[in-house]
């Protein structure tokens, strides 16, 4: 199968055009098809080896853990799924080795759901981390009605959808963005404010009260954080370990099928967009990413398979 592998850590210039084996598909795994795949940071950053301490890597190395795909095979067990459904998946694993950046990737049948309608191919490999993400840090802190939340990078890849996601759920919702932003930010149903000096004082004219949910996206928020938070507020991060020091939460996305079904339900009723940014051949791989290191994208950047 073609693929975009690396043998080594390094920058961009790492990845190389490959033709590798069809991976085995074991017990209680799915082959996918790869119709489209999605860069995220997370990607570039363990090809540097930015991540060696936390996660074992096998070379070669295909990345990617974004996938939009049909089934191609079942392994043993998996009656959940057949040959030639949709489907869509947050596909990391144990270890990191086969990646979605190829035409074929295993994925375990827990980790996928069936590609929501709504969602074009590319919009699907755009949803599960980034989705997952802010799922996962929402729903774990308890997000619902009569909540006011702050969205700490609302105009972000995962942001964008935590702010679609906490409107699903029935809270109001205040978000951090850039002025050139702020419209966007309206669109997805979020009060906007800027960040930077002044933000406490932003927020709190908008919650006199203080918000009752903090969903940091960002780092290196914490005293804004803690300022505005009202006195039986909640609050989690994806990027500054240090809010368990200050009662809160520091969360990493874990594949979950179900949450991704869930997820797929909001798409389809109409409460969750996935914007697209660029669309790249996969032998482009290196330009995406590259594109994906400046941090000024505003949508997903996906491959086409």
């Known amino acids: 199968m073609r693929a975009?592998?690396?043998?080594?850590?390094?920058?961009d210039e790492a990845l190389a055009s490959s033709t590798l084996p069809v991976p085995k598909v074991g017990p209680g795994e799915v082959l996918v098809k790869v119709r489209r795949a999605?860069?995220?940071p997370v990607d570039w950053k363990i090809m540097g080896g930015h991540l060696d301490q936390l996660m074992d890597v096998l070379f070669p190395v295909v990345p990617g853990w974004?996938?939009?795909?049909?089934v191609e095979r079942l392994?043993?067990?998996?009656?959940?799924?057949?040959?030639g459904d949709e489907v869509i998946a947050y596909a990391r694993k144990d270890y990191v080795h086969g990646g979605t950046f190829a035409e074929y990737v295993t994925v375990p049948a827990r980790s996928l759901a069936p590609k929501p309608?709504?969602?074009g191919w590319e919009a699907a490999a755009g949803l599960p981390l980034a989705g997952l993400t802010a799922y996962q840090l929402l729903s774990r802190l308890g997000t619902g009605e009569g909540d006011t939340v702050l969205v700490h990078g609302a105009a972000g890849g995962v942001g964008s959808l935590g702010v679609q996601i906490?409107?699903?759920?029935?809270?109001?919702?205040?978000g951090t963005a850039s002025p050139r932003n702020h419209d966007r930010v309206r669109e997805l149903g979020?009060?906007?404010v800027q960040y930077g000096e002044g933000?406490?004082?932003?927020?709190?004219?908008l919650a006199p009260g203080g918000v009752t949910v903090v969903a940091d996206f960002v780092g290196g928020v914490l005293d804004v954080t803690r300022e505005v938070l009202a006195p039986d507020g909640r609050h989690a991060s994806i990027a500054d370990a240090s809010v368990l020091g200050a009662g809160g939460q520091w969360m990493w996305v874990r594949p979950d099928g179900a949450d991704l079904a869930e997820l797929g339900g909001l798409a389809d009723r109409g409460l969750l967009t996935v914007p697209v940014a660029e669309v790249f051949p996969l032998e482009r791989l290196a330009e995406a990413f590259a594109l994906s290191r400046t941090g000024h994208v505003a949508g997903k950047i996906v491959i086409e398979v």
Request: charged content about 20%; aromatic content about 8%.
């Open 117 to 119: 309608a709504a969602l």
């Open 190 to 192: 979020a009060d906007p």
């Open 199 to 205: 933000l406490t004082d932003r927020v709190r004219a």
């Open 75 to 83: 392994g043993i067990d998996v009656p959940e799924f057949s040959v």
């Open 166 to 174: 906490a409107r699903a759920f029935g809270a109001r919702v205040i």
């Open 4 to 11: 975009m592998a690396y043998g080594a850590y390094g920058g």
């Open 66 to 70: 974004d996938v939009s795909g049909t």
């Open 38 to 40: 999605a860069v995220n």
